[in-house]
């Protein structure tokens, strides 16, 4: 059978897993289905690709588990046209997931060797997303603010200048600890000044996010 046939079938393999796991959302799983994310890892891993499991990345980095894709792409309740602004855009992969969702993405990468290589891709599979190479603690003023917000890498606590950067009926997702493992949690902007913060009840092991640039 052909490559990308025998993929796309691992694809579809893999989509019944994370449907397994509880992921409902059908955006989110026709995404996951679409996305090519051996282009994502290195070379020689393409059928390890549609395994649900991380994948180490350039730069000490790892492009997460499908399953944790899907979960945080699905807390988000991600609309058309939603302005998104991710941070730790590390392989690119979970910024072609939310731009196949028909959101309108940013996102940001502290690492240049990987902020470089999610262009090329960016570019390469044609997905007009607004990539920065930057500190992910400033968010991104300029095209502030955000109906969503997504946190790709651990974090002690949630900066309020991202909280600033977030529009009321907005949502962010992130994983919040201290130690190895942290909580998903999910902030909804309620009015200017309230909050209302709510937990995935699952633990996540995220890299963590780390203040300036490389
Ligand atoms: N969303 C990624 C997975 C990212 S892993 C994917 O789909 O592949 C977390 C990423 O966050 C790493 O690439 C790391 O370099 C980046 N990162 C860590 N701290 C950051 C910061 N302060 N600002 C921006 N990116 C950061």
Redesign the pocket.
């Given at each position: 059978m052909e490559e990308s046939l025998i993929l796309k079938g691992l694809r579809n393999i893999l989509v019944e897993r994370l449907k397994e796991k509880g992921i409902k959302d059908a955006n989110v799983l026709n995404a996951i289905a679409k996305v090519q994310r051996h282009l994502?890892i290195p070379k020689g891993f393409e059928k390890q690709a549609y395994e649900d499991r991380p994948f180490s990345?350039a730069?000490g980095?790892?492009?997460?588990q499908p399953f944790t894709?899907a979960i945080q792409t699905e807390l988000l309740q991600m609309q058309r046209f939603d302005k998104i602004l991710?941070?730790?855009?590390?392989?690119?992969?979970?910024?072609v997931i939310l731009a196949e969702m028909g959101a309108n993405v940013h996102t940001?990468?502290?690492?240049q060797e990987?902020y470089l290589g999610a262009r090329r891709i960016f570019r390469q599979l044609g997905y007009s997303i607004n990539s920065y190479w930057?500190?992910?603690?400033e968010g991104k003023e300029s095209f502030a603010p955000f109906k969503k917000i997504l946190i790709?890498?651990a974090i002690p606590q949630i900066p309020q200048k991202l909280l600033d950067q977030l529009a009321v009926g907005g949502r962010l997702v992130a994983p919040v600890g201290e130690g190895n493992t942290q909580v998903m949690t999910i902030i909804d902007r309620i009015s200017e000044n309230e909050f209302n913060t709510s937990r995935y009840n699952d633990l996540f092991r995220?890299?963590?996010?780390?203040?300036g640039t490389f």
């Open positions: 994502f990345i730069g980095q790892t492009i997460s894709v991710e941070i730790g855009t590390g392989s690119g992969y979970q910024a940001i990468e502290r690492l990987l930057g500190d992910g603690y790709t890498a995220f890299v963590p996010m780390l203040k």
